[in-house]
């Protein structure tokens, strides 16, 4: 079992809410991801950080933002929930190096009404 | 831009046959490659890692090729079991260390009892 932690697991809110996604592991990896899938379709990198103060934005568009001021913790903030947000939200984390493989969380399912 | 495509979205086959998934891509040149199991609901979980000066991996029923002439990678179960059934993705690696891998849409495996 993989020491990635996402909390809340389920969350359902009302649509102009500021959210907050947590993620934390205990692995002390330098590299730190967020994916969002819908059911049965692809991973799409929403964010990502090679290490504390740093990150980057990834393929997906995305009304969300991060922050990386400690290793283990990565944090993912909605400002404004829309219901175009509701998803699945997955956060993982490898260390650097090649071909490391990649650990995820459990997930966080958002319902945005 | 870069591309990579699993051979399909479903794959049914009957229990105690081989399954055979594919992984194509196109316009990258990846360090290594990786392969992921992912159940409903659930994040990834890495399965195997070959690097690009190999031909071949094995792990318990699980094998995978890897052609980087042909830009694709072979990824076989044996003896296939209705436990084995799940969204199986592929993920190329970079040369460089800081680029996030890239991950395919998935093909979902069913083993039918």
């Known amino acids: 079992e993989a020491d990635i932690y996402q909390t809340p697991r389920y969350l359902v809110i009302g649509t102009g809410k500021k959210i907050t996604l947590e993620c934390s592991q205990t692995m002390g990896h330098d590299k730190m991801y967020w994916y969002q899938q819908d059911p049965g379709m692809e991973l799409h990198l929403i964010h990502y950080s090679y290490g504390v103060n740093s990150t980057e934005k990834g393929d997906l568009s995305s009304e969300s933002t991060v922050s990386r001021i400690r290793t283990e913790h990565f944090p993912l903030t909605l400002e404004s929930a829309r219901p175009s947000h509701t998803s699945q939200y997955l956060c993982?984390?490898?260390?650097?190096?090649?071909?490391?493989?990649?650990?995820f969380g459990p997930g966080t399912r958002l319902t945005v009404l | 831009s870069q591309k990579i495509e699993q051979n399909s979205e479903a794959l049914n086959i009957q229990e105690g046959k081989t399954a055979t998934l594919t992984c194509n891509y196109t316009n990258y040149s990846p360090a290594y490659l990786q392969w992921y199991r992912q159940d409903p609901g659930r994040g990834p979980v890495f399965l195997l890692l070959?690097?690009?000066?190999?031909k071949e991996k094995r792990k318990e029923r699980l094998k995978v090729t890897f052609d980087t002439t042909l830009k694709q990678s072979l990824f076989h179960i044996t003896a296939s079991q209705p436990a084995d059934s799940a969204t199986y993705l592929c993920a190329l690696g970079p040369k460089s260390g800081n680029t996030p891998l890239v991950f395919g849409k998935g093909t979902r495996l069913s083993v039918i009892a």
């Open positions: 070959i690097r690009e000066n190999e």
């Open positions: 993982a984390s490898r260390t650097g190096g090649g071909g490391n493989e990649q650990f």
